[in-house]
């Protein structure tokens, strides 16, 4: 019985310094593998055998524990069978696990790439035209940004200066192809700044594909210094 005791005390002390590891361990399915791991590298099984790990219910102690003021959300209690290799002899221990009686598993941070494509305009216009990109280069149907990886447009907005009568739409173009997300400009409107974000996977693109943005006039107007960023996420 001393060993017993013994032996729950020194594992319970170096269970309660390990809490951070044993909070970070697996599911709850590979608890009693963990505490079966734990209890062979710390050598109290002697070279023995390990037969049977067990988590006990704190409210049926068995009489070898006696523990006060136990708080179920606090500590875990596991009994480990083992046979010493050299006698024979069936013994056990009890592990104690500090802070959860269930192992949870460590969260892992997902993290995002988000990247923003230029594309502007200096000289007036007054019919449709694509934008240039941040280096002046005009873009076109088969002209433009290439991604690189799979992803998503999530964002664009839009500064420009406009007169006359009439609206502009500033609209992603994908492969030459209008995706149908757009900023809104109107000489009727309440300025010349307009900005819009979208869900990911509403517009996707894959390796390869050609991002640019086109300018549909609507009406006679006249437009110029347009600066437009464009927001991807993968």
Same mark, same amino acid.
């Given at each position: 019985?001393? @060993?017993?005791?013994?032996?729950?005390?020194?594992?319970?002390l170096?269970?309660?310094t390990?809490?951070?590891?044993?909070?970070?361990? +697996?599911?709850?399915?590979?608890?009693?593998?963990f505490?079966? /791991?734990?209890?062979?590298?710390?050598n $109290?099984?002697?070279?023995?055998?390990?037969n049977?790990?067990?988590?006990?219910n704190?409210?049926?102690? #068995?009489?070898?524990?006696?523990?006060?003021?136990? /708080?179920?959300?606090?500590?875990?209690? $596991?009994?480990?069978?083992?046979?010493?290799? &050299?006698?024979?002899?069936?013994?056990?221990?009890?592990?104690?696990?500090?802070?959860?009686?269930?192992?949870?598993?460590?969260?892992?941070?997902?993290?995002?790439?988000?990247?923003?494509?230029?594309?502007?305009?200096?000289?007036?216009?007054?019919?449709?035209a694509?934008?240039?990109?941040?280096?002046g280069?005009?873009? =076109?149907? &088969?002209?433009?940004?290439?991604?690189? @990886?799979?992803?998503?447009?999530? +964002?664009?907005?839009?500064?420009?200066?406009?007169?006359?009568?009439?609206?502009?739409?500033?609209?992603?173009?994908?492969? =030459?192809?209008?995706?149908?997300?757009?900023?809104?400009?109107?000489?009727? =409107?309440?300025?010349?700044?307009? $900005?819009?974000?979208?869900?990911? &996977?509403?517009?996707?693109? @894959? #390796? =390869? &594909?050609?991002?640019?943005?086109?300018? @549909?006039?609507?009406?006679?107007?006249?437009?110029?210094?347009?600066?437009?960023?464009?927001?991807?996420?993968?």
């Amino acid at each position: 019985m001393k @060993r017993e005791v013994l032996l729950l005390v020194l594992v319970g002390l170096f269970i309660f310094t390990a809490g951070v590891l044993a909070q970070e361990v +697996g599911e709850v399915s590979l608890k009693e593998e963990f505490v079966e /791991e734990f209890v062979e590298d710390t050598n $109290f099984v002697d070279s023995g055998e390990v037969n049977s790990v067990a988590q006990i219910n704190q409210s049926e102690l #068995p009489e070898d524990i006696q523990i006060q003021d136990i /708080e179920e959300n606090s500590i875990g209690i $596991f009994e480990v069978n083992f046979t010493e290799s &050299d006698t024979q002899e069936e013994k056990k221990v009890f592990v104690v696990t500090y802070a959860t009686n269930d192992f949870k598993k460590k969260a892992v941070a997902i993290t995002k790439n988000v990247q923003n494509l230029f594309f502007g305009m200096a000289e007036s216009q007054v019919i449709s035209a694509y934008l240039e990109t941040a280096n002046g280069v005009q873009t =076109g149907e &088969d002209s433009g940004y290439v991604m690189m @990886r799979d992803g998503s447009v999530t +964002g664009i907005s839009t500064t420009l200066e406009v007169s006359g009568k009439g609206k502009l739409f500033i609209s992603v173009y994908k492969n =030459g192809e209008d995706t149908g997300f757009h900023n809104l400009i109107s000489t009727d =409107g309440d300025g010349e700044i307009d $900005f819009d974000l979208q869900s990911e &996977d509403v517009v996707k693109y @894959r #390796p =390869g &594909d050609v991002i640019s943005v086109y300018v @549909r006039q609507s009406g006679e107007v006249s437009w110029n210094n347009v600066v437009t960023m464009v927001e991807t996420t993968s």
